[in-house]
């Protein structure tokens, strides 16, 4: 079984810098590609980024390209997502997911694994 730990969410002002983790238990993590998700109330989950197994591939939602960064940490089980010039729309609780099957990197139901989300909140 895996399980993901989200952290480093929080209150932010426009065009400042956060940076998330994913903390993820088991030994699945550094053979399977990870994603970072996000959702706000009354909305669909929205694809953000996404990483394969070995770090050299990476993807991301249109909204988010150039601003930020998916990396992974497969010696520390760890997953990130730098985000930087952080924008009140990006206000939303991210989540991060393991993939271990086929599928979209942009499909959130070809994710296995989910954390329990963490508030990143952007004021104006």
């Known amino acids: 079984q895996v399980q993901l730990v989200e952290s480093g969410g929080g209150l932010v002002q426009a065009g400042g810098s956060l940076r998330l983790s994913c903390a993820a238990s088991?030994?699945?993590?550094?053979?399977?590609?990870m994603g970072w998700f996000r959702q706000t109330p009354g909305k669909e989950r929205e694809f953000v980024a996404a990483v394969t197994w070995s770090g050299f591939t990476t993807f991301y939602a249109d909204s988010v390209k150039g601003r930020f960064t998916i990396s992974r940490d497969n010696a520390k089980n760890t997953a990130y997502l730098q985000m930087n010039s952080l924008k009140p729309e990006d206000t939303a609780v991210y989540y991060c997911?393991?993939?271990?099957?086929?599928?979209?990197?942009?499909?959130?139901?070809?994710?296995?694994?989910w954390g329990q989300g963490t508030q990143v909140t952007v004021s104006s």
């Open positions: 088991g030994r699945t993590f550094s053979s399977n590609s």
């Open positions: 997911a393991l993939k271990t099957r086929g599928g979209s990197y942009n499909y959130h139901p070809a994710y296995d694994y």
